[in-house]
């Protein structure tokens, strides 16, 4: 038992400084392009809870932001999710699990698109314009897998096509993570490294993150260092109703702070004003029902809501399958 516990606990720190190594060979780079990597697309729980999910990342969910986080799975799982960002971007997602034995085969695909934007020249005349301002694409494959029951190992690599007003760019990054979970599940720690690749083009970070885990309520906390960005933090509460008190799902209540810049005032009677939340960027919310027995299959949706001050309001929503 010894034995195991100093194999878990070295693989783990050789996981960490992987990402802590990786990130700081970039660490005084300048300003990353595909920025929209940050939004967190595929991951509305990440979003509800403050962006503290790194710990926390399970299922499809975790192929967006902790691959590691898949390899406890043991069914097949499917997710669709779409994001409906400011000034008519929309953010969509396609997201499979397969178990290979131990090891969890994921992919991803993922598309981002505005199609209405006003363009003018220097005069400030309109000028016509024809087809979509941006259409940014990702696909994805991840690996991971537990050992010891304890110590869950995940990679990600990614391709990513970003066409910005006809102006394209195609890049590579990778994702690199892993969780280890202690008591029972009752702790657990997570660290990643994201994004990684060329620091010039895509938005490299290492992330860091602990959860405590009971029947009815999952706190967590998470710190994120973007290469292009100030050290940012977050956390979040979710509030189980397990699913033998209700007979129907287990259903989650989430809350989430995170330390972003604060954007201004919501106009008045948009949603944010109405719920009190036009002076504030950092507050998210959202929701979660799971069902174990549904037709036969297991049926789970996660809704998240992010109120960004003068900019609006984003909403995520996502819908999996386990079979």
Do not use: C
Request: cysteine-free; aromatic content about 10%; proline content about 2%.
């Amino acid at each position: 038992m010894k034995n195991n516990i100093a194999k878990i606990t070295l693989m783990f720190l050789i996981a960490m400084s992987f990402g802590l190594t990786a990130k700081a060979s970039s660490e005084y780079a300048g300003t990353s392009a595909s920025a929209f990597l940050k939004l967190g697309t595929g991951a509305p729980t990440a979003q509800a809870m403050g962006n503290a999910y790194t710990a926390l990342s399970e299922g499809t969910q975790a192929l967006f932001w902790n691959p590691a986080g898949a390899a406890t799975n043991t069914t097949r799982e499917v997710q669709i999710s779409h994001m409906q960002w400011f000034e008519g971007v929309g953010d969509s997602s396609l997201a499979y699990i397969q178990p290979m034995g131990r090891t969890m085969l994921g992919v991803t695909l993922r598309y981002l698109r505005l199609n209405d934007l006003e363009f003018r020249d220097d005069m400030g005349i309109p000028q016509d314009w024809a087809g979509a301002v941006m259409q940014d694409f990702v696909a994805s494959v991840s690996l991971s897998r537990s050992f010891f029951n304890a110590l869950d190992l995940g990679a990600t690599a990614k391709y990513i096509n970003e066409n910005n007003v006809n102006v394209r760019h195609i890049n590579a990054a990778f994702d690199v993570g892993a969780k280890l979970r202690l008591f029972s599940n009752k702790l657990v720690l997570g660290v990643m490294g994201q994004n990684l690749g060329d620091t010039d083009e895509v938005p490299s970070a290492v992330r860091g993150g602990a959860a405590i885990n009971t029947k009815y309520f999952t706190l967590a906390g998470e710190v994120v260092d973007y290469v292009d960005d100030k050290v940012r933090y977050g956390v979040g509460l979710a509030i189980h109703i397990p699913e033998e008190l209700v007979q129907v799902a287990q259903f989650d209540i989430r809350i989430g702070y995170y330390n972003r810049d604060n954007t201004g005032f919501a106009e008045d009677g948009t949603i944010a004003d109405k719920m009190g939340l036009d002076t504030t960027s950092k507050v998210s919310l959202g929701f979660g029902f799971y069902s174990s027995e549904v037709f036969g299959y297991g049926l789970g949706l996660d809704y998240a809501m992010m109120p960004f001050g003068a900019l609006g309001t984003a909403h995520q929503l996502a819908v999996r399958l386990q079979f």
